[in-house]
């Protein structure tokens, strides 16, 4: 998640049900809105589809402005290979935020059976070296970047150690006092971040990272990636660490195979000559 956010204030966007969402967007747009459907939610939003004129939309309710401006951002590096949904309006709603964005349909991901994985994974390896290869002039710094399309930290490994930090302006303050509640899950996590001091490199390119590709944040249809949306977390930093996080995420989803998604993308990178230096490190 951004390590910089709005103000902390009251809103919950849980609260926010159909009748709710059909009131704003009546008011809103000035007429009454067409097909308004409750569409999903995630930690930080709670989604709604509609109709307005010919064009299918999804409206968003969160407390957090900053990762509807990051949406609207990415939007930059839409293209074939990596559909990012246009974010329309961005404003103030019912005490929080809303976002109205382009509307994408299609299954997650994470919902594929392994038959239709085998399918997709070379549209999501191609939308991963449209990451990879995306133009990030104008920006500067690693790790989550914000509406100034700028990153916090000066390194790869600062950003990367920076998980040790549990400072009040995060959303997640006061993990340590929860972790220490529990001293096993403590010298885990205290084992890990020595592992990771250790093996945290800077010899890394600087790209484009989404970091949550799971979560309901990518769908497919057709048997290719149809929309790559929710970049809240994304960073800049190592190309790897997408891939890192899908090995991660493996146990939960063994229909979801890893090796055919690192083979697939190998074999572009041997197709252009490109190979990354200690990437088994990495």
């Known amino acids: 998640m951004q390590e910089a956010v709005t103000p902390v204030n009251a809103f919950d966007h849980k609260t926010i049900d159909l009748a709710k969402a059909r009131g704003f967007l009546r008011d809103h747009l000035g007429s009454e809105p067409a097909a308004v459907e409750a569409v999903g939610e995630g930690a930080w939003s709670r989604c709604f589809g509609f109709r307005r004129h010919d064009a299918e939309l999804v409206i968003r309710f969160g407390r957090y402005i900053d990762d509807f401006q990051v949406d609207a951002l990415a939007h930059a590096h ?34 594929l059976d392994a038959t239709v994985w085998r399918a997709v994974v070379p549209s999501l390896a191609a939308a991963m070296e449209a990451m990879r290869l995306a133009d990030l002039s104008g920006t500067t710094g690693y790790g989550g970047w914000g509406a100034d399309v700028n990153a916090p930290f000066a390194s790869w490994s600062d950003h990367l150690l920076a998980v040790a930090q549990d400072s009040p302006e995060m959303r997640t303050h006061g993990w340590r006092e929860r972790l220490a509640a529990t001293p096993e899950h403590r010298e885990t996590f205290n084992w890990g971040l020595g592992l990771l001091e250790v093996v945290a490199s800077d010899e890394v390119p600087r790209t484009l990272l989404h970091c949550d590709l799971i979560n309901r944040n990518v769908l497919t249809a057709g ?52 190979a990354p230096a200690q990437q088994e490190a990495r």
């Open 223 to 274: 048997g290719k990636l149809s929309g790559v949306f929710d970049w809240g977390c994304s960073r800049y930093g190592d190309h790897l660490y997408d891939l890192a996080w899908f090995d991660f995420w493996a146990p939960w989803h063994p229909d979801l195979d890893m090796q055919l998604l690192r083979t697939e993308l190998e074999a572009r990178w041997q197709a252009v000559g490109y």
């Open 78 to 111: 839409a293209g074939p290979d990596l559909p990012i949904p246009e974010v329309r309006e961005i404003g103030e709603a019912l005490g929080g935020y809303y976002a109205i964005s382009t509307r994408v349909r299609g299954v997650p991901l994470e919902s």
